[in-house]
Every structure is written in C-alpha cells, then in structure tokens.
C-alpha cells in the first residue's frame, strides 16, 4: 500500500457487525467481527474504531487489527481493567448483531521486504505481531525469512504464546520470551551483531517501552528509518 493510497484510507469507514467477545486471561478481551470481502490491510496495521450504540465522550480509539486479512474476521484484542474507560465499558456491552464503525486500514507499521527483522513487542504490543506472524504462515512459499521476535513481559504472561509458539515451530521463526528490559537489550545486541547494517526493527507496546527501545537501537548505531514504532496508551 502506498503512503498515498494509506493516507486516503482513513477516511474509508464502514459497520462492522460484531459476532462474539470472550476472555484471552486475567484484563485482556478479544473482540470478534464479521469481516466484509472488499475489507483487507497489511498485517500489522491499525484501524480507528467507534462507538456506535450509545453516546460517550471520545468515542473513537486506534486498534490493532490483530487478525490478518485472510482471516474471516477482524480481531481486536485489548486489556481491560477494572476500571474501564468508557470506551472499553462500551466494547463489553456489544451483544452479537450490534455494530461499530471502523475507518481505515492505516499505519506503516508491517512488512515491507525481505530483511532480517527483529519484532520486539511489549505487553498488550503482541497484537501486530500475531498478525503479522499469522501472515507469513498464510503466505508462506518455503523460503525461510530471517524473523525474530523478542516478546516482554514482567509478569511472565504471554498471550497468544501456543499459537505463536506453533507457528515458529513451523516456519523457522525464533521467538524468545522475557521478562526484563536488560534481558531485552542483550537479545537486541544479538541480532545488531548479525545485522546491524540492513535488518529492520519492529517495537510495538507501552509508550515509555517503545520510545526508550528506540533510543537503545539509536544509541547504537542503528538508523532511524529502520525503525517502526506502534505505541499503545491503554485508555
């Protein structure tokens, strides 16, 4: 998708009808739609979903599409504590054949050639990972890619891990599992070592996580326009 034709998706909008909602684990809900046939994006993209069967204030909130377009469905997957935005009390009280609306795809955050990637994703920040990973097990021609996700976590909980466990089991794609951010940074370095000059870096997750993750691989050498950040901000 071009920069141009990405920034003209934001004003594409559209209902989607919503099918089912249920619990991944302890605060984290995934919400499932029905997904229109003419309705596609780039694994790891974003849309901007609204609230549509009551008022509230700010009822419009980026997501990550956490499915991938060859998914009959469209995903959201969100943390939500005990005291909601209300947003998020909206999202729990959809029942099967309500609707929200959602503008988009958009974001550059996805795939674009062959390089090595590293994907680093914090918390909640998994989401355009699944997606991204579900892709190349979808589109998978038995070439092996040179993909490593690094997954944080300080409370040793990881969502969708079976499934991303699975698919690396599959398709030579290493993953490891951390709690820590010195932990984080040694894994870093491992792969800066093998591909400081042309591998790609993917950080998706908390805002502080995310940007103090950006000015490590800046600090060492590793350029800006390598980078791609997806912050996520709760509310």
């Not at 029905?34 to 069967?53: N, P, R, V, Y």
Request: charged share 25%; no cysteine.
């Amino acid at each position: 998708m071009s920069f141009f034709q990405d920034t003209l998706s934001i004003f594409k909008k559209r209902d989607l009808l919503f099918l089912e909602s249920y619990k991944e684990s302890e605060g984290v809900y995934t919400f499932l739609f029905k997904k229109e046939k003419d309705l596609t994006w780039k694994a790891g993209q974003h849309g901007l979903f609204s609230i549509t069967h009551k008022k509230i204030k700010n009822p419009t909130k980026p997501f990550t599409l956490a499915s991938t377009p060859t998914d009959n469905v469209v995903r959201l997957t969100m943390r939500i504590g005990d005291n909601p935005s209300d947003f998020k009390k909206a999202m729990l009280e959809l029942k099967q054949g309500m609707k929200v609306k959602m503008s988009g795809p958009v974001g550059s955050f996805y795939l674009k050639d062959n390089n090595p990637s590293l994907l680093i994703g914090g918390g909640i920040g998994i989401t355009p990972f699944r997606s991204i990973l579900k892709q190349v097990e979808a589109e998978w021609n038995g070439v092996e890619k040179q993909i490593k996700l690094l997954y944080m976590n300080s409370k040793n909980s990881y969502l969708f891990k079976d499934e991303i466990d699975e698919i690396a089991n599959n398709y030579s794609i290493s993953v490891t599992y951390l709690d820590s951010r010195d932990d984080l940074y040694r894994e870093i370095n491992k792969f800066t070592t093998l591909y400081k000059n042309d591998g790609k870096y993917l950080i998706a997750g908390p805002k502080e996580m995310v940007d103090a993750t950006s000015d490590y691989l800046q600090n060492n050498n590793i350029l800006k326009k390598n980078i791609k950040k997806d912050s996520f901000f709760g509310y």
